[in-house]
């Protein structure tokens, strides 16, 4: 089993930044994020392994940052340049043994 426990998400302002954490509960080989817009299927964002290895979607490319430390079995989301259709429920994601765990999802909003 799994447990994946995110903080960071909330209000900002287009233009401004956020960053999410994700904190594992054993070590997992490959996390990420996924986000879900209301009435929108939910979409992956960015992913990382332990080797360093990452994917991102097409939409967050050059603005968000996905980055992990092993030894704290954390994974984080850096977002810059924030957009209102970046408006979403941002889940963390792991993926250990074909199997894959969710978090409980955190809100992050972009409004004026």
């Known amino acids: 089993q799994v447990q994946l426990v995110e903080s960071g998400g909330g209000l900002v302002q287009p233009g401004g930044s956020l960053r999410l954490s994700c904190a594992a509960s054993r070590s997992i080989f490959s996390m990420g994020w996924y986000r879900q817009a209301p009435g929108k299927q939910r979409e992956p964002v960015a992913r990382?392994?332990?080797?360093?290895?990452?994917v991102y979607a097409d939409s967050v490319k050059g603005r968000f940052t996905i980055s992990k430390d092993n030894a704290k079995n954390t994974v984080y989301l850096q977002m810059s340049s924030l957009k209102p259709e970046d408006t979403a429920v941002y889940y963390c994601n792991a993926l250990w043994y074909q199997l894959d765990y969710w978090g409980q999802g955190t809100q992050v909003t972009v409004s004026s």
């Open positions: 990382i392994t332990n080797g360093g290895r990452t």
